[in-house]
């Protein structure tokens, strides 16, 4: 029996990383993952919506968990920061019985639904290692990678409870999906630090110079190649690497793909995209 989830895309999939989209569905479909779609459900806010609004992004992250409620579902995700912040709202309404009475008030005048807590949230890469298993999903491996990959978590889901059973400040699920699809995983420092995504319309150079130190770290540990788990921060680190390197100064040309898209390449979709990969993997860089 495939492992069945209520699937949310996480932020940018279907604007500016269309890629997670695209690679999201084959990937599952290999890993026996069956995927039903949340329709009409709203982007997490990324945080950005609770510095201005914490009630508005606690509701609309409520009624994305009560549409999988009512399918009796929980959520799988691509995107970190999804993750992260479905899962903050979620124990903070489990945590507040008051805001849960509120909240679920608004959504039963607006949308007809009720929340229980009862549901959970799982970024995709916690249900390969602690569902599927390593071992299965290397068996499922036809085209192995030969690359050193930096495997890049970001800081959101490395919290307590956000992050299966991987450890909160030192995690290598990561590293052993890189491992299974034949990458070298690097060891570097930044894999779970910040690259600012939140700032990137009010604070651009400071958001780029961390981008640049992200990716400037991640060359120096000698990485061909940077996999990343967060839907935000692959958009932010490949599209923005160029300006990123101008504003600080430092090294940031390097291929970057997201989790989902290494999976599809290596399960054997989109064999005309893993092989635009390996030749920016041969040419790119300073």
Not at 24 to 30: G, L, T, V
Not at 181 to 190: A, E, K
């Amino acid at each position: 029996m495939p492992l069945r989830y209520a699937y949310h895309p996480g932020n940018v999939a279907h604007s500016n990383a269309i890629e997670v989209a695209d690679t999201m569905p084959a990937a599952a479909e290999s890993l026996g993952i069956e995927l039903v779609n949340l329709d009409a459900a709203t982007s997490c806010g990324a945080g950005i919506i609770r510095q201005a609004n914490a009630d508005l992004q606690v509701v609309l992250n409520a009624r994305t968990l009560a549409q999988a409620e009512a399918l009796g579902l929980d959520i799988i995700t691509p995107c970190a920061t999804t993750a992260a912040t479905l899962h903050e709202d979620l124990t903070s309404l489990r945590n507040d019985s008051k805001l849960m009475t509120k909240t679920n008030d608004i959504l039963q005048r607006n949308c007809g639904l009720n929340l229980t807590g009862e549901v959970n949230v799982h970024h995709l890469l916690h249900v390969i290692v602690d569902e599927i298993g390593i071992e299965k999903l290397a068996k499922s491996v036809k085209n192995p990678f030969g690359f050193r990959i930096a495997g890049y978590y970001g800081p959101n889901m490395q919290q307590e409870g956000a992050c299966g059973g991987d450890d909160v400040f030192d995690p290598d699920y990561l590293e052993q999906v890189i491992s299974a699809l034949g990458g070298q995983p690097v060891d570097w420092t930044s894999r779970t630090q910040s690259v600012g995504v939140p700032g990137i319309f009010s604070e651009e150079k400071t958001v780029l110079k961390q981008t640049a130190a992200v990716l400037s770290d991640a060359k120096s540990e000698g990485a061909e190649l940077v996999v990343s788990a967060c839907n935000l921060s692959h958009m932010l680190m490949d599209v923005y690497q160029g300006k990123a390197g101008k504003v600080s100064g430092e090294s940031t040309k390097i291929p970057i793909i997201h989790l989902t898209e290494l999976l599809a390449f290596g399960f054997g979709h989109y064999v005309d995209r893993l092989a635009q990969l390996r030749t920016r993997v041969l040419i790119i860089g300073d």
